[in-house]
C-alpha cells in the first residue's frame, strides 16, 4: 500500500483547522460548570429549560383550581339591589327597595365531577414534566455520545499525526544515511500530511459536538460518565410508569373526567336568591317590610353541550390510541436497544483481541524496519491498520456505552 499525499485534502483540512481556531474564542467564553458525569448534565440541561422554570407557578394554578373545587358554591354569591319610586311620574310617594343575595348552586355530581377533573389536571401535569425530563435526556444522551466520539477521532488522529511525525523523522535520518531513497521520504511525509488533514478534520468535527451540547445549555466534559447498564429484560414491554405511557394514561384520564363533567353540565348553573324588601303605595302610609326566596334555573342549550361533550370524548379517545401506539413502539426500542448493546459488546471483546495482535504485529515490523529487513510501504501499512484497530476498539467501547444509554432510555431511566 503506497502512501500519497494529496494536496486537495489537505487544503481542506487546514480550512476545517482555521474554523476549529475561530471557535475556540467563543467556546472559551462559555460559563457552564463542566459536567462531571451524563447525570450532572443533565440537571444542568433541565435547570435551563422553559418548563422546568414554569413548574412551581403551574403547581400553584394546580392547586388553586383544587381549592376552587372545594367550596360550597361554584361562584362566589352576588349581591343585588333595586329600587322604585314614582318620583318621575305621579310623585305619590311610593317607593320600593329591595336587596338580597343571589348564591349559585351546583348541579347534581358537579362538584364531586370538578375535584375529580382538578385532581387529574394536577396529575398530567407532573406526568408531563417527567415525559419533557426524558424526552430531553434522550436529547442529552445522543448529543454526548456525539461528543465523546467526536473527542475519541480528535485524540486517535492526534495520535496518528504524533506516530506519522515520528517515523518521518527516522525515515528522514536513514535517507541522509543513505539507507533510504528521497521516494521513501516521500511517502512519509504524504503520511504526515494525510495525519494532518484527517486531524483538523476531527478538530471541526470536536467544536460540531460540542457546540450541539452548548445548545442544549450543557459544557463539553473529558470523561465519558457512562451509565450503569440496566438488567437485560426477557419481556421488552415498557414498564406501566414509563414516562410516555404515563403521560398518555393522565392525558386520557383527564380527558374521561372532562366528558364525564360536560355530561353533567347540560345547562348553566341554576341560583338561589334571598331578598328582603321595604315599600310603601302612597306617601304618609307606614312602610312594610317583605322577605322573600327565588330560584332561577337556566335553560339548558343542546348544541353547546353535545360540542363540548363530543370535544372531550375526542380527547379521550386521541389519547388512549396514542398510548396503543407508544406501547408498541417502546417495547420495539426496547428490543432494538437491547440487541444492540448484545452486538456492542461482542463488537468491543472482538475490536479488542484485534488491537492486541495489531499491536504485536507493530512492534515486529517496527523492529525488522530498523534493521533493514522490511521496506517502508509494508511499515506504513502495518502501521496504518494498527491505527486502525486502535480506533475502532475505542469507538467500540464508546458504542457500548450509548447502547446501554439508548436502552435505558427506552425504559424511560433518567440519566444516572
Request: no cysteine; hydrophobic share 45%; net charge positive.
Amino acid at each position: 500500500m503506497l502512501w500519497k499525499f494529496s494536496p486537495r485534502r489537505a487544503s481542506r483540512g487546514l480550512g476545517a483547522a482555521v474554523l476549529v481556531l475561530a471557535a475556540l474564542p467563543a467556546l472559551a467564553q462559555s460559563p457552564a460548570a463542566v459536567p462531571a458525569n451524563l447525570a450532572e448534565a443533565f440537571a444542568q440541561a433541565w435547570a435551563r429549560q422553559p418548563e422546568q422554570a414554569a413548574a412551581q407557578v403551574r403547581r400553584d394554578a394546580s392547586q388553586a383550581q383544587r381549592a376552587a373545587a372545594e367550596r360550597w358554591t361554584p361562584e362566589p354569591p352576588a349581591l343585588q339591589a333595586s329600587l322604585k319610586t314614582d318620583r318621575l311620574t305621579g310623585n305619590d310617594g311610593a317607593y320600593e327597595i329591595e336587596a338580597g343575595v343571589s348564591v349559585p348552586l351546583w348541579l347534581p355530581r358537579e362538584r364531586a365531577l370538578t375535584q375529580a377533573q382538578a385532581d387529574a389536571e394536577g396529575l398530567a401535569q407532573e406526568s408531563r414534566l417527567r415525559a419533557m425530563q426524558w424526552r430531553l435526556a434522550g436529547q442529552l444522551r445522543e448529543a454526548w455520545w456525539a461528543w465523546q466520539l467526536a473527542l475519541l477521532e480528535q485524540q486517535a488522529a492526534q495520535a496518528r499525526h504524533d506516530n506519522a511525525a515520528q517515523l518521518a523523522r527516522d525515515v528522514a535520518r536513514r535517507v541522509a544515511a543513505g539507507d533510504l531513497s528521497r521516494a521513501d521520504q516521500n511517502q512519509a511525509d504524504g503520511a504526515v500530511a494525510t495525519a494532518q488533514a484527517e486531524q483538523a478534520e476531527a478538530g471541526a468535527a470536536l467544536v460540531q459536538a460540542r457546540q450541539a451540547l452548548a445548545a442544549l445549555g450543557v459544557a463539553a466534559p473529558g470523561a465519558s460518565g457512562a451509565e450503569p447498564r440496566p438488567a437485560t429484560l426477557a419481556d421488552p414491554t415498557p414498564a406501566a410508569d414509563h414516562p410516555a405511557l404515563a403521560e398518555l394514561d393522565d392525558r386520557a384520564r383527564l380527558a374521561r373526567h372532562a366528558q364525564e363533567l360536560a355530561a353533567v353540565q347540560k345547562r348553566a348553573n341554576p341560583e338561589l336568591t334571598l331578598l328582603t324588601g321595604r315599600e310603601r303605595s302612597a306617601r304618609g302610609e307606614p312602610y312594610a317590610r317583605s322577605l322573600s326566596f327565588g330560584v332561577r334555573v337556566p335553560l339548558g342549550s343542546s348544541s353547546g353541550h353535545r360540542a363540548k361533550v363530543a370535544t372531550a370524548s375526542a380527547e379521550r379517545i386521541e389519547a388512549e390510541q396514542a398510548h396503543l401506539l407508544e406501547v408498541q413502539r417502546l417495547a420495539a426500542d426496547s428490543a432494538a436497544a437491547q440487541a444492540r448493546l448484545a452486538a456492542a459488546t461482542a463488537v468491543a471483546e472482538a475490536s479488542a483481541r484485534r488491537v492486541a495482535l495489531a499491536q504485536q504485529t507493530r512492534g515486529f515490523y517496527d523492529k525488522s524496519f530498523r534493521l533493514g529487513e522490511s521496506d517502508l510501504p509494508t511499515r506504513l501499512r502495518v502501521e496504518q491498520e494498527a491505527h486502525e484497530a486502535e480506533r475502532q476498539s475505542a469507538r467500540a467501547r464508546v458504542a457500548v456505552h450509548q447502547a446501554v444509554s439508548t436502552l435505558r432510555q427506552a425504559l424511560g431511566l433518567l440519566p444516572q
